[in-house]
């Protein structure tokens, strides 16, 4: 068994800053892909940014520059920094992780609970 859980979310004024974290804990072997997901209600999910174990990261047009998706691979938590926030970030925040639990074992992908972030004045 498996857990994410996200946390950091609050109300901010338009350009200001948050910082989520997401911690897994469970039977985990390794992680692949850890990243952040965001919804507004009525409108699919769609990816912020994601990290692999490796480092590498990728990042939705919307918020490159302004977001910054970072992990601790020690203690399988993944963070998001996010700075100049606008009205339209508004949304909650799921973060993902791709689960190997065991050796050569299938991945799994798990999610955080979610956590709200507004961007209002």
């Known amino acids: 068994q498996v857990q994410l859980v996200d946390s950091g979310g609050g109300l901010v004024q338009p350009g200001g800053s948050l910082r989520l974290s997401c911690a897994a804990s469970?039977?985990?072997?390794?992680?692949?892909?850890m990243g952040w997901y965001r919804q507004v209600l009525g409108n699919q999910r769609e990816l912020v940014a994601i990290v692999t174990s490796g480092g590498t990261t990728n990042y939705a047009d919307s918020v490159k520059g302004r977001f910054t998706i970072s992990r601790d691979n020690g203690k399988n938590t993944v963070y998001l920094q996010m700075s100049s926030l606008k009205p339209e970030d508004t949304a909650v925040y799921y973060c993902?992780?791709?689960?190997?639990?065991?050796?050569?074992?299938?991945?799994?992908?798990?999610w955080g609970q979610g956590t709200q972030v507004t961007v209002s004045s």
């Open positions: 993902q992780a791709d689960v190997a639990l065991q050796p050569r074992g299938n991945r799994y992908r798990y």
């Open positions: 469970g039977s985990i072997f390794s992680i692949d892909v």
